[in-house]
């Protein structure tokens, strides 16, 4: 074959081979938006054809919690107020709406986080300010359910800053943080003394002895994890270590790094440092560290709003592996989906067993794990 023959032919295939690689990365982004967008459609097809009741709630006999996250979920991937099922799942949670400005059940035990809940939903909702009044009357009633000079509780004590469930409980790290994320999606500031309060609970459940730590535990076992609470005599659901500590697990420490950026801590203060150095040596897109399968979507959604707060697109382990953690934890996501659009998980503790509630808490995780936030 001649010269004159071949050049063109080498060309041509050069020019295919370059635009084949420059498309691929395009092509490959279509796909994954693809699988997200169907697996997202799904999800919400499953709340509003087969998980919702006709009264427009969701599992309503553990309350309106899970209400609130579904309602939660669908908003936050473009339903809005005009969806029949979301004006449905608002209008039955706005029946629970009481005089003292919490948002629950009557003769729960969990007002604070039934409440929490609702206010995230309610916010969401919230475009033309029709929800106002709602919205400062429930933060106003979270604020008073806060553990501090109202209960007679000084700054000293391990209940200081703390919320539980509602019922006077114990403070925990869990309820605490979902009053954060409830009192910042509402309008309030990270140097509010609300969330100020608060983060000196959570710095105290952290195995981190510091100026902000200097409780019990912190010694004996610091790693720079986060355990459920340090009110109480102190508990963590992954256990006690052997010399009396209180072993740090990954949902409640993806928590606390939530929660501490959300009250304005600034990625170099050395909490924050603790608890990336902690997540770094346990990075698992398939279990909950410490805890296995149990907590695991609720861990997943945490994970999400964690990292999204912390605003890395990467997240780089203890081995020095980078990791593009958006896209392999929706990946996880996407490929443990029932086929009927749902999630559930085997590990039935702390209702996981429910696929409203787990349905709700991915679809949350799915929102965060989109760079958009879309």
């Avoid at 459920?228 to 606390?256: C, H, K, V």
Wanted: with cysteine; glycine share 10%.
């Amino acid at each position: 074959m001649s010269q004159l023959l071949v050049s063109p032919f080498r060309s041509l295939c050069t020019a295919m081979l370059v635009a084949s690689l420059l498309l691929a990365p395009a092509a490959l982004q279509a796909a994954d938006n693809s699988a997200y967008e169907k697996s997202v459609q799904k999800a919400v097809n499953f709340l509003t054809n087969q998980g919702q009741a006709a009264d427009g709630t969701f599992s309503s006999n553990t309350g309106i919690g899970v209400t609130a996250i579904c309602t939660l979920g669908l908003l936050e991937h473009g339903r809005t107020t005009l969806d029949p099922a979301v004006k449905k799942a608002l209008d039955a949670m706005e029946k629970h709406v009481k005089p003292d400005g919490g948002i629950y059940v009557e003769g729960t035990r969990h007002r604070n986080y039934e409440t929490c809940l609702s206010l995230l939903a309610f916010s969401a909702a919230n475009k033309d300010g029709q929800y106002d009044e709602l919205i400062a009357n429930a933060n106003a009633f979270l604020k008073g359910l806060q553990w501090d000079e109202k209960e007679d509780k000084s700054e000293d004590d391990p209940f200081y800053g703390g919320a539980g469930y509602g019922g006077h409980s114990r403070p925990d790290m869990s309820n605490t943080t979902f009053l954060m994320e409830a009192l910042k999606a509402s309008g309030t500031s990270a140097d509010d003394p609300a969330m100020q309060k608060a983060l000196i609970f959570v710095s105290r459940c952290q195995n981190l002895e510091s100026p902000h730590n200097q409780f019990e535990f912190a010694p004996k076992n610091p790693d720079g994890g986060f355990y459920y609470t340090i009110a109480a005599g102190g508990n963590s659901q992954a256990g006690p270590t052997e010399n009396g500590g209180l072993r740090s697990y990954g949902s409640m420490t993806y928590a606390g790094l939530k929660s501490m950026i959300y009250a304005g801590v600034d990625k170099d203060d050395e909490r924050v440092k603790a608890a990336i150095a902690w997540l770094a040596k346990n990075y698992d897109t398939k279990q909950n560290p410490g805890m296995g399968e149990t907590g695991l979507y609720y861990y997943y959604q945490t994970v999400a709003k964690a990292l999204d707060a912390y605003g890395e697109d990467t997240f780089v382990t203890a081995d020095g592996t980078k990791h593009d953690w958006r896209t392999e934890f929706t990946d996880q996501l996407i490929s443990v989906q029932k086929e009927n659009g749902s999630w559930v998980n085997d590990a039935e503790r702390w209702m996981e067993g429910d696929p409203n509630l787990v349905t709700g808490y991915t679809l949350l995780a799915l929102a965060h794990l989109q760079k958009d936030d879309k």
